[in-house]
């Protein structure tokens, strides 16, 4: 019966670790027939005190294993009895009764204090744009085996160095708006650290705008298709509109809007045929997307009514390439 009690209490509880900057006590039952918790896990500088919970049979607590004993930490003892060590070195230390050296059997490892980590920069809040570095600092007793860095929930990659370390980030990749910045410290014992910023990701929205079916072309006549090609790059979240216009005697004046939904990373071309043109002479055709600085025009240099020929256009963001 008290055996019986004693292996279900065993069962439970399999490692205990304390992670207190002040030296602590960990408690471990010495019972028939076995120690409980068999593992704790400490600090340097921690202790592991032993509870004799077992009547009238004697054990002892050994360091090493039976083929290879070592030092006698408590010797024979009934209960009741505490017997307590303290444990400076990192390091696993197994021990056992040498009266049961079969059935009694534990282990204390004692951990370095968990690593350190700190991101020194981007700070927390910057703005960053195109490719940046985020570095930092990390320690630990147990050596620093690597430390990683995600952005945004992304895959955790390598940085250089350890206790210092850096590692590019291209944001161009992202859409613009707040991300979060995450880095990992691995420590030689496998214990980890992690930090976090946030930084607002702001690149130059970049939407690639051409004017289609219009290069090459010497005239149009009767109702001409005017086709806008738009790619978004990546970084507008959705390009909802293109506006057509013509300049005329100095005004643009509007063609139409035409409604598109063209979300990052993907291309569209928006056309229609223009059915009620009427115009004499040179001018200007021109496409704006949203975000409204986009543009992208094509020249009309015929000078016969209804008659087109342009050029090829592909204008970014702010850029007016009658300008150029
Ligand atoms: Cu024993």
Not at 73 to 94: A, I, L, M, R
Not at 133 to 138: I, K, L, N, P
Not at 247 to 268: C, D, L, M
Request: charged share 15%.
């Amino acid at each position: 019966m008290v055996v019986a009690f004693g292996i279900l209490m065993a069962l439970p509880l399999l490692s205990a670790y304390v992670p207190t900057a002040e030296a602590a006590t960990v408690d471990v039952s010495v019972y028939n027939f076995g120690f409980n918790p068999s593992m704790v896990s400490i600090a340097p500088g921690d202790s592991v005190r032993w509870t004799w919970n077992s009547g009238g049979t004697p054990h002892t607590v050994v360091e090493g294993t039976p083929g290879s004993a070592g030092a006698t930490w408590c010797g024979y003892s009934t209960s009741p009895n505490t017997c307590t060590k303290t444990f400076s070195t990192v390091g696993t230390y197994d021990y056992f009764c040498s009266v049961h050296p079969s059935a009694m059997r534990g282990s204390v490892r004692v951990l370095a204090a968990p690593p350190t980590l700190t991101i020194d920069s981007p700070a927390d809040g910057a703005t960053v744009s195109g490719t940046f570095a985020v570095s930092g600092t990390a320690s630990s007793d147990a050596g620093i085996a690597k430390v990683e860095v995600r952005i945004a929930g992304g895959i955790w990659q390598t940085a250089s160095g350890t206790t210092a370390w850096s590692h590019g980030i291209d944001s161009t990749v992202l859409s613009n708006g707040d991300k979060t910045i995450e880095a990992r410290a691995t420590a030689g014992d496998g214990q980890t650290a992690t930090a976090t910023i946030t930084v607002t990701v702001a690149n130059p929205e970049v939407i690639d705008l051409w004017l289609r079916g219009l290069q090459g072309q010497t005239s149009l006549t009767g109702r001409p298709t005017i086709a806008a090609q738009v790619q978004n790059q990546g970084n507008v979240d959705l390009v909802t509109s293109v506006l057509f216009e013509y300049e005329y005697k100095g005004e643009w004046k509007t063609i139409r809007s035409e409604g598109i939904n063209v979300p990052a990373f993907t291309i569209e071309v928006v056309s229609f045929t223009w059915s009620d043109i009427w115009l004499y002479g040179r001018f200007d055709i021109r496409a704006t997307v949203d975000p409204t600085n986009v543009i992208a025009e094509d020249d009309e240099t015929d000078n016969q009514r209804k008659h087109f020929a342009a050029f090829y256009a592909n204008f970014v963001k702010g850029k007016d390439l009658r300008d150029v």
